[in-house]
């Protein structure tokens, strides 16, 4: 991990957010790699589950709602951790997690009141300085401000934890502006916030983080079959985007460890450097949301089944994956480092779906002009049907070494014999093999390696 956290701020992935003031606890910046790679992630998804498809749409809603939505879908009373808090160093924990760590009890699904009895029976002291621990709390993880400029708690605003209840209160907006039929599924991807105090593994648990989520709205008697529908087409495109199949791993939740709203929840776990840990959900929400928004605005929500003739509130399957989890399991999916002679090579393996640049482009010899100005010309006419990088600067090998390290698959250099030959040098970054291509079939050759 730590070789993953140098590597992605040496190349200019990830950076620790506020860095020059000692940065801030769960929260990062993504650098220029970081920034083009999770474009990438976002376009693949966006191209697999809603531009290939007949039956998806793609929404924006805001980040913060009407405070009125967190009460129906149940935020304001339910999405609580249990907290503690030391008397002596006034540090806080995770009463969960803190019982998990020293008796390796899993506590998922027990009140506040049971947490606090094992706490005290088995005389549970704080980590850090060994002081007397309050008692457990439930501490809200929305993130909460004030709208305008009196301070008054009317007015009390929250920064959504979770990107989808825009789609439900949208239901009904969304029906009436498009001729969309049962099943068919509501995408968004945008930023979501949790006051996150447990320790984040990079950036595994940040207090920020871009959600991808779908909203696939079925019949009831479907939505079985629409769930292992969902979790078997994430699992196939998983691999596309070059996840290793044993990396991944389905857990399913029991009934205590399934969040407030859904009545099925399968967990798809990736193999961190620090353990398999959840990558994505998928629930099977019911109707919960569409029902307690119904409720609380009194606006229907439902869709008028012409099979039947009546009124429904459709069930929904939700998968749902955190955009920076992804790009983690990513990194951590790619990176290897391998003895080359007396050296050690580091790669990073991303699927040309994904690396930040797809080519780069390199004059053998920086100074010689005929072999710059044909690299860049090069480099400007595939620019303009690949994402792609050019380098003149230092020796060839430290250029390819510094493109294995971004995950660039591969590097095109023209040489002496370019001049004569109108032919490039194409290296492989997995390989390391090269093969000499003709200019004029560039474009054939490396589509035919990005298959
Ligand atoms: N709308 C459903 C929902 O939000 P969730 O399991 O709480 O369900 C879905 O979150 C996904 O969002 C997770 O599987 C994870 O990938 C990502 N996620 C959740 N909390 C996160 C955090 N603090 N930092 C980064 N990603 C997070």
Request: charged share 30%; aromatic share 12%.
């Amino acid at each position: 991990m730590d070789n993953i956290v140098s590597l992605a701020k040496r190349r200019g992935f990830v950076y620790p957010a506020s860095d020059i003031y000692g940065g801030l606890a769960n929260s990062w910046d993504y650098g220029p790699m970081g920034a083009l790679m999770k474009e990438n992630i976002k376009n693949e998804w966006i191209k697999e589950f809603v531009s290939s498809r007949d039956d998806m749409i793609l929404i924006d809603s805001a980040i913060i709602q009407n405070s009125s939505v967190w009460d129906a879908s149940g935020h304001l009373e339910k999405f609580t951790d249990p907290m503690l808090e030391c008397s002596k160093c006034h540090k806080r924990f995770r009463a969960d997690n803190l019982i998990e760590d020293v008796l390796g009890i899993d506590v998922d699904g027990r009140t506040s009141l049971e947490i606090d009895t094992i706490i005290q029976n088995n005389n549970i002291k704080c980590p850090v300085c060994g002081g007397k621990l309050s008692e457990v709390k439930n501490f809200n993880l929305m993130f909460n401000t004030k709208l305008g400029p009196v301070d008054v708690s009317s007015d009390t605003v929250y920064l959504r934890p979770e990107t989808c209840q825009g789609i439900f209160t949208n239901f009904d907006n969304i029906l009436k502006s498009t001729r969309l039929h049962l099943p068919f599924g509501v995408a968004q991807i945008g930023k979501s916030f949790r006051n996150e105090i447990t320790p984040g593994n990079f950036i595994f648990r940040t207090l920020e983080f871009e959600q991808m989520e779908i909203e696939y709205f079925t019949k009831e008697e479907n939505a079985d079959e629409n769930f292992n529908y969902w979790l078997d087409l994430f699992k196939k495109w998983y691999i596309k985007i070059g996840i290793k199949k044993e990396n991944l791993k389905e857990v399913e939740l029991t009934k205590e460890q399934r969040a407030h709203y859904s009545k099925r929840t399968v967990d798809l776990y990736f193999n961190f450097p620090f353990g398999f840990k959840e990558l994505q959900s998928f629930a099977n929400r019911a109707d919960y949301d569409l029902k307690s928004h119904s409720e609380k605005s009194k606006k229907k929500l439902h869709y008028f089944d012409t099979d039947t003739n009546k009124n429904i509130v459709p069930f929904v399957i939700e998968p749902s994956v955190g955009l920076g989890r992804l790009f983690l399991a990513l990194l951590s999916n790619g990176y290897r480092e391998e003895k080359v002679l007396n050296d050690t090579r580091v790669v990073l393996s991303l699927s040309s779906r994904i690396a930040p640049y797809q080519l780069a482009i390199f004059p053998l010899v920086s100074k010689d002009k005929d072999m710059k100005d044909i690299s860049y010309n090069l480099y400007t006419d595939l620019r303009k049907d690949y994402r792609c990088s050019y380098d003149d600067i230092g020796a060839i090998g430290k250029r390819y070494r510094r493109q294995d390290e971004i995950g660039t698959p591969l590097c095109i250099t023209v040489d002496n014999d370019s001049l004569k030959d109108n032919a490039v040098t194409v290296r492989d970054r997995d390989t390391m093999e090269q093969k000499r291509v003709s200019i004029d079939n560039i474009r054939d050759y490396v589509d035919k390696c990005f298959l």
